[in-house]
């Protein structure tokens, strides 16, 4: 039974293009998040839900929208992609103090 | 300048040879945790600790959270081919927001 399941596994792209990751938790956990791993392996917070609300929001271009249709989900969209937008994009759930991570999503922008 | 500092950033051993890995700030955490990523994969966690001095033991690995609660180490004994991986540090301020360091990547040579 896979966890935190994210699709796709690989997006490629060119730039401008509007994109979006999806993002499911198995788990009934009430928090979620997206974070962006850069290619010096930075993990960085970029998003935070809480049973569908909105909890933490970090220094990301507005180009980025997280939604939550429900608490098992949390999507990202992508709007005019840019080169710099190229990493690893990895979705979480909390229990506790452990995250749970899924798989990740390779975007590239070209 | 990132919150938590690593070092080193890498790190490559022979099979059988011991090694540490610390995790550095300024900050004072209230949890701080280590995470071990492998390629292709999202981070999994392996200790959290969350008291100063706290030392944790998992078979070969001795976590260890500093006295202030601002750094901590990770020590391996013995290391083996399947320790290979890249190990995160990552501090909580309030239990739902987690700060990750700079990250080391360790090789270890049969």
């Known amino acids: 039974d896979t966890a935190v399941s994210q699709t796709p596994k690989y997006l490629v792209t060119q730039m401008g293009n509007d994109k979006s990751i999806k993002c499911e938790q198995n788990?009934?956990?009430?928090?979620m998040y997206w974070y962006k791993q850069d290619s010096k392996k930075f993990l960085k917070i970029m998003f935070s839900?809480?049973?569908?609300?909105?909890?933490i929001n970090e220094t990301v271009p507005n180009r980025f929208s997280p939604k939550s249709p429900d608490k098992a989900h949390l999507n990202l969209h992508i709007n005019s992609l840019e080169l710099g937008d190229s990493a690893v994009y990895f979705c979480?759930?909390?229990?506790?103090?452990?995250?749970?991570f899924g798989p990740g999503t390779r975007l590239t922008v070209l | 300048t990132q919150l938590l500092e690593q070092s080193p950033q890498f790190l490559s051993i022979q099979e059988g040879e011991n090694l540490t890995v610390y995790c550095n700030s300024s900050?004072?955490?209230?949890?701080l945790q280590w995470y071990r990523q492998e390629p292709g994969e999202g981070p999994v966690l392996l200790v959290t600790?969350?008291?100063?001095?706290e030392v944790k033991k998992l078979k070969r690995l001795t976590f260890q959270f500093g006295d202030a609660r601002k750094d901590s180490s990770l020590h391996i004994t013995a290391a083996q081919p399947g320790d290979t991986g890249l190990y995160l540090c990552?501090?909580?301020?309030?239990?739902?927001?987690?700060?990750f360091g700079t990250g080391t990547s360790l090789t270890v040579i049969p």
């Open positions: 979480a759930s909390l229990s506790g103090l452990e995250l749970f």
């Open positions: 788990l009934g956990h009430d928090t």
């Open positions: 839900y809480n049973n569908k609300e909105l909890i």
């Open positions: 900050s004072v955490f209230s949890s």
């Open positions: 600790v969350v008291t100063g001095g």
């Open positions: 990552a501090g909580s301020y309030t239990g739902n927001q987690f700060y």
